[in-house]
T-cell receptor, first 111, second 113 residues
Framework: KNEVEQSPQNLTAQEGEFITINCSYS?????LHWLQQHPGGGIVSLFM???GKKKHGRLIATINIQEKHSSLHITASHPRDSAVYIC?????????????FGTGTLLAVQP | GAVVSQHPSWVICKSGTSVKIECRSL??????MFWYRQFPKQSLMLMAT?????????EQGVEKDKFLINHASLTLSTLTVTSAHPEDSSFYIC?????????FGQGTRLTVV
């Protein structure tokens, strides 16, 4: 079983829909990251969370430390939101700040 | 947010030649830089961790003589793919670490012909 699990693996939505991507983890973490990768492109860090909730534009990320679960929400989705969304966790211990990645969620928003 | 610049964004080279990829943190000092490789439709695979002024730590299965990593300053790390072969064709991406935050470069698409 992977230490970081994401669901769904693939998601197709119509423009304007509210989207939720889930991430569960089984290790102790110092922070959780939501990343975005467009096809053939680099990776953009959307959020870093250690507790609570963060909002940036149409994106909202929440984390429940007790349940070891995080969600990424996209409101009023748009075709330009189409990308792979990756959940990654920073684990405790050492100064190297390694990340453990989920397998990603491929989101396609259709006009 | 912080900016990490990776160069080149794509490169095509002949089999047997070497290719250098640069990763620069433009507005902060990165004590640790990470190099990843990504195959199509797969997650990132950590290749090595580099700390400024010391030898890189390679993950199991990564050939350190083939993938040379140099972290000469707090703002620059380089990955050199030596004697490249077609199987080295991949997407390579760096990450600079600032505390627990994650800042990624734009990635380099390497094609070896």
């Amino acid at each position: 079983k992977n230490e970081v699990e994401q669901s769904p693996q693939n998601l197709t939505a119509q423009e304007g829909e509210f989207i939720t991507i889930n991430c569960s983890y089984s290790v102790g973490i110092s922070a959780l990251h939501w990343l975005q990768q467009h096809p053939g492109g680099g990776i953009v860090s959307l959020f870093m969370l250690s507790s609570g909730k963060k909002k940036h534009g149409r994106l909202i990320a929440t984390i429940n430390i007790q349940e070891k679960h995080s969600s990424l929400h996209i409101t009023a989705s748009h075709p330009r939101d189409s990308a792979v969304y990756i959940c990654a966790v920073s684990t405790f211990g050492g100064a190297t700040n390694k990340l453990i990645f989920g397998t990603g969620t491929l989101l396609a928003v259709q006009p | 947010g912080a900016v990490v610049s990776q160069h080149p964004s794509w490169v095509i080279c002949k089999s047997g030649t070497s290719v250098k990829i640069e990763c620069r943190s433009l507005d902060f000092q990165a004590t640790t830089m990470f190099w990843y490789r990504q195959f199509p439709k797969q997650s990132l695979m950590l290749m090595a961790t580099s700390n400024e002024g010391s030898k890189a730590t390679y993950e199991q299965g990564v050939e350190k003589d083939k993938f040379l990593i140099n972290h000469a300053s707090l703002t620059l790390s380089t990955l050199t793919v030596t004697s490249a072969h077609p199987e080295d064709s991949s997407f390579y991406i760096c990450r600079a670490s600032k505390y627990t935050e994650a800042f990624f470069g734009q990635g380099t698409r390497l094609t070896v012909v």
